[in-house]
């Protein structure tokens, strides 16, 4: 080839270059476990419909292999909370890109709004007495609620240490532990309502770090425990899988109670304490 044309533009190739991505671009180890919980959350969904939905709609359903898919998809659903707690305290210790936030985010959309969601349409499908169109609407406010959740998260700011409204992984796993109690349609479809509620309500519940982050991890990983024993048939584990899912939806309820009371007696202690300072201020003579 010639030389180019007098005066036609000629891109710069800068010699020092190394090709590498922009700083903005590149993925922290934080933003991969990020990434984890996409992860998990898409194949939560690929497992409900596959060996839930796929079988229901043949005709070919089996009870064991639903009962084993289920607890796979909601099995998921837990490991992506694994990944999002990690997230949080790998990103504090070392360092999130410029992309972080948003990736977390996306993630907990996946993960936490629309594997939930789809699971409990899937519900609504092959329960006996279950309501497609009305388990539908029902999933639709779940995902409303975790979108505006995100989004609130994203432009507002609150107290160190709290989250405002229920947090998305736990707002998911009360929706799909109501689904595993097994209670009649109505009181299931209730909690999912009020969970959905919770999530863009105002309540305050602490952030889990440090024993509290300790504590959901254990607890994440007796419920896994618990949703394999029911999977593979052993005896009492229907009983136990329900009792935990029973505890998932008291604590979800109970925790922003504790969290309300502190408050309102630190504030009182705060308020008894300005008093006494006040009542201790020595007069001051006027010559």
């Known amino acids: 080839m010639g030389a180019p044309p007098a005066g036609s533009w000629v891109p710069e190739i800068d010699e020092d270059d190394d090709g590498d991505m922009p700083l903005s671009t590149r993925l922290s180890i934080a933003d991969t476990l ?89 519900w609504g499908m092959v329960a006996d007495d279950g309501h497609q169109h009305v388990s539908a609407v029902a999933a639709i406010v779940v995902v409303l609620a975790v979108v505006l959740r995100l989004a609130r998260f994203s432009c507002t700011t609150v107290r160190d240490g709290i989250f405002q409204g229920m947090p998305s992984p736990m707002g998911a796993l009360t929706v799909v532990s109501a689904v595993l109690l097994q209670l009649p349609f109505l009181p299931t479809l209730a909690i999912i309502v009020g969970v959905a509620w919770m999530m863009v309500s105002r309540v305050e519940y602490p952030k889990p770090r440090g024993r509290l982050a300790v504590a959901t991890l254990l607890w994440i990983f007796i419920s896994m425990g618990c949703l394999a024993a029911w999977a593979a048939g052993s005896p009492g584990a229907q009983l136990l899988l329900q009792a935990g899912a029973a505890l998932q939806v008291v604590m979800a309820a109970v925790i922003p109670l504790f969290a309300t009371c502190r408050r309102v007696n630190a504030i009182r202690g705060n308020r008894r304490e300005a008093r006494a300072a006040a009542e201790h201020v020595p007069e001051v003579e006027v010559p």
């Open 34 to 122: 990020t990434l984890g919980n996409a992860t998990c959350g898409f194949m939560a969904v690929y497992f409900t419909t596959t060996d839930i939905l796929v079988p229901h709609l043949m005709g070919n359903s089996d009870g064991g292999m639903a009962r084993h898919s289920a607890a796979t998809a909601v099995m998921l659903m837990l490991l992506a909370s694994v990944f999002d707690l990690f997230d949080g305290l790998v990103a504090r210790k070392l360092r999130s890109s410029a992309m972080g936030a948003e990736l977390d985010n996306l993630s907990d959309l996946i993960s936490f709004g629309l594997a939930p969601a789809y699971f409990v349409i899937v």
